[in-house]
């Protein structure tokens, strides 16, 4: 593993249905986040974490929970998926004050 | 509330110069970041300005003035390659990334 890796790469799930999206980096980033980007409205935070073991609310939050069990791991899970949840969804990670680096993204339609 | 501003989309012609606008308002200032965005992809850091003033990074510079919340990112030589989106991002107050929806940059022959 080089940065971070997300997994998986797109996704198609029924309404309905629970789902994991996987997060790994191998920088020992100690902060890591979870963006969905949407046409038209850019990065919107969903949850972050600033240091294994603590996570906090990003700016949509709702219908979606994460844990930060580690350093490396960072799993985002929608209870229970909805279309409007229909979105790609990057992982990022930064070290202090540095910039992000970002995971290659995961495709997610809900129908 | 915060808000980051760009120009939704640009056109400009491989060779030339253009430069890309933001404007901000947030709570705090710690840092405004430029990411390239090609599409389908992650975005990738480009340039990174804490005081005013220009930073120059090979074909691309960005520039600051915190008094007047506002950036701006140049890019020289225009290359086919350089067609993307351009985001503009500013830490906050509680070193959180606010994000502007992004410049998509069409470059054409």
């Known amino acids: 593993i080089a940065g971070i890796t997300q997994a998986p790469t797109s996704q198609i799930l029924a309404a309905g249905r629970r789902m994991t999206l996987r997060c790994t980096q191998d920088?020992?980033?100690?902060?890591m986040y979870w963006y969905r980007q949407d046409l038209g409205l850019g990065l919107r935070l969903i949850h972050y974490?600033?240091?294994?073991?603590?996570?906090g609310k990003g700016e949509v939050p709702d219908g979606y929970s994460v844990s930060r069990a580690n350093t490396d791991d960072f799993p985002l899970t929608l209870a229970s998926a909805v279309p409007s949840q229909t979105s790609v969804y990057f992982c990022?990670?930064?070290?202090?004050?540095?910039?992000?680096?970002f995971g290659s993204g995961t495709r997610l339609t809900v129908v | 509330g915060q808000n980051i501003d760009q120009p939704t989309e640009m056109t400009a012609t491989e060779g030339a110069i253009v430069q890309i606008n933001c404007t901000y308002q947030?709570?705090?200032?710690?840092?405004l970041f430029w990411y390239q965005q090609h599409a389908g992809e992650a975005p990738t850091f480009l340039s990174y300005?804490?005081l005013d003033g220009l930073e120059e990074k090979g074909r691309f510079s960005s520039f600051l003035s915190r008094s007047k919340g506002y950036s701006y990112l140049l890019l020289k030589e225009l290359q086919m390659k350089d067609s993307a989106s351009y985001l503009c991002?500013?830490?906050?107050?509680?070193?959180?990334?606010?994000w502007g929806a992004g410049t998509k940059l069409i470059i054409k022959p």
């Open positions: 990022a990670s930064s070290f202090r004050s540095a910039g992000y680096t």
């Open positions: 920088m020992r980033h100690n902060a």
């Open positions: 974490s600033n240091t294994a073991g603590t996570t």
């Open positions: 947030t709570s705090g200032f710690n840092g």
């Open positions: 300005n804490v």
């Open positions: 991002a500013v830490r906050d107050s509680n070193y959180q990334l606010i």
